[in-house]
Nanobody
Framework: VQLQASGGGLVQAGGSLRLSCAAS????????MAWLRQAPGKEREFVAR????????YYADSVKGRFTISRDNAKNTVYLQMTSLKPEDTAVYYC??????????????WGQGTLVTVSS
């Protein structure tokens, strides 16, 4: 099972990037797919998630209205479209696949992370 994250890079404040997370090795139809990030010296934090099967999307307040999570079933890929980027969005971004157990979301699989750097 593999989640391969890509698309990070250096961008100026106000710019955009699209991250991709290619999933392989199993079916994720019952999973929630999420993006999380970890800035230097900070804890890893939730950014966005959605169920692979579709439905509602959820975002951290800090990215709401600027980031959009989506998926392409044919390509088995989840995306994070990031717009109006700010320097505080600088972090390593991880994609993850989670399963709800007892009402809690456990992240079973993680991608390797992709670095996003936003310059001011």
């Amino acid at each position: 099972v593999q989640l391969q994250a890509s698309g990070g890079g250096l961008v100026q404040a106000g710019g955009s990037l699209r991250l991709s997370c290619a999933a392989s090795g199993r079916t994720f139809s019952n999973y929630a797919m999420a993006w999380l990030r970890q800035a230097p010296g900070k804890e890893r934090e939730f950014v966005a998630r959605m169920r692979w099967s579709g439905g509602s999307t959820y975002y951290a307040d800090s990215v709401k209205g600027r980031f959009t999570i989506s998926r392409d079933n044919a390509k088995n890929t989840v995306y994070l479209q990031m717009t109006s980027l700010k320097p505080e969005d600088t972090a390593v971004y991880y994609c993850a696949a989670g399963y709800y157990r007892g009402g809690f979301l456990d992240y079973d699989y993680w991608g390797q992370g992709t670095l996003v750097t936003v310059s001011s």
